[in-house]
């Protein structure tokens, strides 16, 4: 249904459709409204040639629902005003908290002079998930409905929140950002109390992990965090913007990820920042090698590799490698395959195992367009990840590629075979034998079909499509 709203839209990402039915809380009318919202802000945008796709970066703007406030009001009433301090506390918390963390803010905010609530925490949650306003969750609790959160937090005076998310900030800032949970949290809070570089550095990190994890929609929005914590034109805007285009082109957005390396490209020259510089050219170059501009991604992996052996930036080795290696490959020139060769071996030696991938995926097109077949086979197997693996939708694509390159020339391969009684007919093409082939198979399944269900009673068969027109 959510699909169906954001027409002409094609292929929204699941991730989106999911956010999205998640803000309206599945209510099919504030569903309805959120459409028309996402419409007119004009974030159902054309590529071009031609297609529609949703701009994912509107989802972080769109309004919360009315219903929010009015829930809150009916839940919280008729309960004491120390439980509904303690639900306010709660809900600036976030979605999930533990009573460690409740109790733990509290104590803070008490001991800066803050406003409280006298109750005691197990008490309070006890009597709060009695009401069923929280249920439990894991191992802490959360909100019986989002919805719900998001109306008592709404309706929490301001001062009253800056305060907890304040004390949330300092207890959560004490915490390993690479712990689960500890930079979504700090990255809230941060936000929220206007502390813009910590947000933005929280945000960098869950940028760079939902990267690793191949999630390239989380990867952006978590990115568009980080850069709109940002207005100084730093180093550390120029990486958000270049882990937010890398999460973009893999979004098939790679009009936008080209102009976020542009600006990023910008502040590298201005910074005269070798690392930084070198990796964005050697995203462009990967983001026009996906819309099939190969001279401008190797004239990108040219400006990349000569600034590359201008200084020194051994760990970028193997990426450098494989831009040049793919720029051989796309010219079908016969130096592809050491070429890509090299650059998968030393990936491995650095455990660079996306490149190293990427690399075997091309790899077996290059085996495919030398004629080693077997080899393509090989090397193709050898580098797709297993089911289940997170890289496998990063590089999958390069792998299918490689088969469906493969496949024809193994078939070409057998139709050459000469076969018994038939070495006088003259050798065909596959591409002129696979549509009478497909053909055929057509008309056999229609004629079988057909049959079956005359011996089930319901008519007398026709003539078998086959033999029609021979007569």
Not at 90 to 95: F, N, Q, T
Not at 418 to 431: E, F, K, M
């Amino acid at each position: 249904m959510t699909a169906a709203l954001l027409r002409p839209a094609e292929y929204p990402p699941l991730r989106a459709l999911l956010q999205i039915v998640a803000i309206s809380h599945g209510h099919p009318l504030h569903l309805v409204s959120l459409a028309r919202e996402i419409h007119d802000r004009g974030a159902i945008r054309t590529r071009p040639n031609g297609e529609h796709f949703l701009d994912t970066t509107a989802l972080d703007a769109l309004p919360p629902s009315a219903l929010g406030p009015w829930l809150a009001a009916r839940e919280l009433a008729g309960h004491r005003v120390e439980l509904i301090a303690l639900a306010r506390v709660c809900a600036v918390l976030g979605d999930e908290f533990t009573r460690a963390e409740v109790a733990a803010v509290l104590d803070l905010v008490e001991r800066r002079g803050g406003a409280t609530t006298t109750i005691d925490v197990d008490v309070g949650l006890a009597e709060l998930a009695a009401a069923a306003i929280l249920v439990p969750s894991g191992a802490g609790w959360a909100f019986r409905q989002a919805l719900l959160q998001e109306g008592v937090y709404a309706t929490t005076n301001e001062d009253e929140r800056t305060a907890l998310h304040q004390a949330a900030l300092e207890l959560w800032s004490r915490r390993d950002r690479r712990e689960l949970g500890v930079a979504e949290r700090v990255a809230r809070h941060a936000e929220a109390v206007g502390e813009l570089r910590v947000a933005a550095r929280a945000f960098a990190t869950l940028g760079e992990r939902a990267h690793r994890a191949h999630r390239p929609l989380e990867a952006d929005q978590a990115w568009q965090g980080a850069v709109r914590n940002l207005d100084v034109r730093d180093l550390q805007r120029g990486r958000a913007l270049l882990g937010r285009a890398r999460a973009r082109y893999r979004l098939q957005r790679v009009r936008d990820a080209l102009a976020d390396l542009e600006d990023a490209l910008a502040i590298a020259i201005e910074l005269a920042d070798a690392r930084l510089e070198v990796e964005v050219l050697l995203e462009r170059a990967t983001a026009l090698d996906w819309i099939d501009d190969y001279a401008g991604s190797a004239v990108a992996t040219e400006r990349a590799a000569t600034r590359y052996a201008d200084a020194t930036l051994a760990e970028l080795t193997p990426e450098v490698v494989l831009a040049r290696a793919r720029v051989v490959f796309r010219q079908a020139r016969a130096e592809a395959v050491p070429a890509l060769e090299d650059a998968a071996a030393r990936a491995r030696r650095t455990h660079h195992e996306e490149t190293e991938a990427i690399a075997l995926a091309l790899l077996g097109g290059a085996l495919v367009e030398a004629k080693e077949l077997v080899r393509a086979g090989s090397r193709s197997r050898r580098g797709r990840p297993p089911h289940g693996d997170p890289a496998r939708p990063r590089v999958r694509p390069g792998h299918d590629r490689a088969d469906r390159d493969l496949q024809p020339r193994r078939g070409s391969a057998v139709a050459r075979r000469p076969r018994r009684g038939d070495q006088a007919r003259p050798p065909r093409s596959v591409a002129a034998a696979r549509p009478r082939r497909g053909l055929d198979l057509g008309r056999r399944a229609l004629a079988r079909a057909r049959a079956g269900r005359a011996r089930r009673g319901r008519r007398d068969p026709p003539p078998a499509i086959a033999d029609r027109g021979r007569g």
